[in-house]
């Protein structure tokens, strides 16, 4: 068992939503993030919930765990009590299965490739690394094949056996006695657990489990144009693969940290650029930041607070689409607050001519209270 409700540690209920679980996820990963959090235990917390995560988010793995109270398929194993070794409630789902219709459900052989479980984790990017993409080396602990025994879980190859009890099957055909008569039903080998082979000294580095848990470096290429909160799936970076099965699968979640000065919205950017009275009236030429350094607007005369500019070409670069968005540039005409002598004779110059004249919004506006 679980030694904390997962549904309890995501804070939701269990009747959650897949949407849900995953806007639970987000908000738990943030607030524990180890880079960002200043919670007690922010780190252990942290894992918790991506445990907690990767098995509600898993329709298999959370429907085995409402059953059972953990992740793993049928914990209880085969051969139950009472039901002599005939795969627990299996038994009976076999015998239902037989006089009711559909037969003896598929099963997949406990010796077939099997791909290895997929990993999540979480990752704080800058702003610049986000948009530009970057690559970076991390550690993550995962198992891997043991490269003492190759995976076999064995010390020695001559310590592994063809299982005497199922001849190598994995299976076993148990007979039941049932109000219906005298039933037969195949059934997981309870001596060697489906795997048709038996092992005598077990590896002493993975302890016959044929794979180690190890906190490998890899790096990681991030594409140009990553979002905050977007997943980038990784091949092959998860758990190793049981019985020569492939690798699953790394998963990392984006946390993108906001810039000083630019706003983002998908590949495109914004700008808010102060200008003088000066500039906006009689109109000018400025110099404007852009991620990819600085460029010449052409501001015209009049020009009012708010307007704005568009830079096509100058936003983000989308690596998965090819797509480069455009950065919008918002003026913001700023008051002076400190006047010189000089400045403040021109200002009342000013203030003596009629500066409404030929303006369409004071015009409404006296139009409007004039009614």
Same mark, same amino acid.
């Given at each position: 068992?679980?030694?904390?409700?997962?549904?309890?540690?995501?804070?939701?209920?269990?009747?959650?939503?897949?949407?849900?679980?995953?806007?639970?996820?987000?908000?738990?990963?943030? #607030?524990?993030?180890?880079?960002?959090?200043?919670?007690?235990?922010?780190?252990?917390?942290?894992?918790?919930?991506?445990?907690?995560?990767?098995?509600?988010?898993?329709?298999?793995?959370?429907?085995?765990?409402?059953?059972?109270?953990?992740?793993?398929?049928?914990?209880?194993?085969?051969?139950?009590?009472?039901?002599?070794?005939?795969?627990?409630?299996?038994?009976?789902?076999?015998?239902?299965?037989?006089?009711?219709?559909?037969?003896?459900?598929?099963?997949? =052989?406990?010796?077939?490739?099997?791909?290895?479980?997929?990993?999540?984790?979480?990752?704080?990017?800058?702003?610049?690394?986000?948009?530009?993409?970057? #690559?970076?080396?991390?550690?993550?602990?995962?198992?891997?094949?043991?490269?003492?025994?190759?995976?076999?879980?064995?010390?020695?190859? =001559?310590?592994?056996?063809? $299982?005497?009890?199922?001849?190598?099957?994995?299976?076993?055909?148990?007979?039941?006695?049932?109000?219906?008569?005298?039933?037969?039903?195949?059934?997981? $080998?309870?001596?060697?657990?489906?795997?048709?082979?038996?092992?005598?000294?077990?590896?002493?580095?993975?302890?016959?489990?044929?794979?180690?848990?190890?906190?490998?470096?890899?790096?990681?290429?991030?594409?140009?144009?990553? !979002?905050?909160?977007?997943?980038?799936?990784?091949?092959?970076?998860?758990?190793?693969?049981?019985?020569?099965?492939?690798?699953? !699968?790394? %998963?990392?979640?984006?946390?993108?940290?906001?810039?000083? %000065?630019? #706003?983002?919205?998908?590949?495109?950017?914004?700008?808010?650029?102060?200008?003088?009275?000066?500039?906006?009236?009689?109109?000018?030429?400025?110099?404007?930041?852009?991620?990819?350094?600085?460029?010449?607007? #052409?501001?015209?005369?009049?020009?009012?607070?708010?307007?704005?500019?568009?830079?096509?070409?100058?936003?983000?670069?989308?690596?998965?689409?090819?797509?480069?968005?455009?950065?919008?540039?918002?003026?913001?005409?700023?008051?002076?607050?400190?006047?010189? @002598?000089?400045?403040?004779?021109?200002?009342?110059?000013?203030?003596?001519?009629?500066?409404?004249?030929?303006?369409?919004?004071?015009?409404?506006? @006296?139009?409007?209270?004039?009614?």
């Amino acid at each position: 068992m679980a030694e904390r409700d997962y549904y309890e540690i995501l804070g939701i209920n269990k009747n959650a939503t897949d949407e849900e679980i995953k806007k639970a996820y987000r908000t738990m990963a943030k #607030k524990y993030h180890p880079d960002v959090s200043t919670e007690p235990n922010a780190t252990e917390k942290f894992k918790e919930v991506q445990k907690a995560y990767d098995c509600l988010s898993d329709p298999e793995k959370r429907k085995n765990y409402d059953t059972y109270g953990t992740e793993e398929p049928n914990p209880f194993g085969q051969g139950g009590a009472g039901f002599s070794g005939a795969g627990g409630f299996g038994g009976f789902e076999d015998i239902f299965s037989t006089f009711f219709g559909g037969g003896r459900r598929a099963s997949r =052989s406990p010796n077939a490739p099997q791909k290895g479980r997929d990993l999540r984790i979480s990752m704080t990017l800058s702003f610049e690394e986000a948009a530009f993409g970057v #690559k970076k080396e991390i550690k993550i602990s995962r198992y891997k094949t043991c490269s003492k025994c190759g995976g076999s879980g064995a010390e020695s190859p =001559s310590d592994i056996h063809t $299982c005497s009890r199922c001849n190598g099957t994995g299976t076993v055909i148990v007979e039941q006695a049932t109000i219906l008569g005298r039933i037969q039903t195949q059934s997981t $080998c309870p001596n060697c657990g489906g795997t048709g082979r038996t092992i005598d000294h077990k590896c002493s580095a993975c302890r016959g489990e044929g794979k180690v848990r190890n906190d490998d470096p890899i790096t990681i290429n991030i594409p140009s144009g990553i !979002d905050d909160e977007q997943t980038l799936r990784v091949p092959l970076q998860g758990d190793a693969g049981v019985n020569g099965g492939p690798n699953g !699968d790394l %998963f990392i979640t984006f946390r993108v940290k906001d810039h000083e %000065f630019f #706003k983002r919205d998908g590949n495109d950017v914004s700008l808010e650029m102060p200008i003088t009275f000066s500039q906006a009236a009689l109109g000018a030429s400025i110099e404007v930041d852009t991620l990819t350094g600085k460029v010449n607007l #052409k501001v015209p005369a009049g020009t009012q607070s708010g307007t704005k500019f568009r830079l096509a070409g100058r936003g983000i670069k989308n690596a998965s689409t090819g797509r480069t968005g455009d950065q919008f540039v918002f003026v913001k005409v700023v008051t002076p607050t400190k006047l010189s @002598k000089e400045q403040t004779e021109l200002f009342t110059k000013l203030s003596k001519t009629n500066e409404s004249a030929s303006n369409s919004i004071f015009e409404k506006f @006296k139009k409007f209270f004039s009614k």
